[in-house]
């Protein structure tokens, strides 16, 4: 079993940043590919971004340019670095893993394990 954690959510203002981190205890999140979904209110969940073992990453059209995924393997980690936030950005982002080395929009087919979630809201 993966527990995932995230964190980093909060509030800032039309144009900031944000870095959101998810992380884990026990098993190592290296074999993973791991992503981050979001969730806003009335909304359905959403693909946002997606990294493999391998390291190839990629984005969701709608944050192409602002949003960055990475891994730090060593510290067992995933970041989701979020700048030029806009307010249709705000919504609960939840990190992902899947034991497939996948490349491409995942979808909740694809998950095997999800986080909790942490709430990014932006203000205009």
């Known amino acids: 079993q993966v527990q995932l954690v995230e964190s980093g959510g909060g509030l800032v203002q039309a144009g900031g940043s944000l870095r959101l981190s998810c992380t884990t205890s026990g098993r190592t999140l290296s074999g993973y590919t791991m992503a981050w979904f979001r969730q806003a209110p009335g909304n359905e969940r959403e693909f946002v971004a997606m990294i493999n073992r391998s390291g190839q990453t990629l984005t969701t059209n709608s944050v192409k340019g602002r949003f960055t995924i990475s891994r730090d393997n060593a510290k067992n980690t995933v970041f989701l670095q979020m700048n030029s936030l806009k307010p249709e950005d705000t919504a609960v982002y939840a990190c992902?893993?899947?034991?497939?080395?996948?490349?491409?929009?995942?979808?909740?087919?694809?998950?095997?394990?999800w986080g909790q979630g942490t709430q990014v809201t932006v203000s205009s």
């Open positions: 992902a893993a899947t034991q497939v080395n996948y490349y491409g929009n995942l979808t909740s087919y694809h998950i095997d394990y």
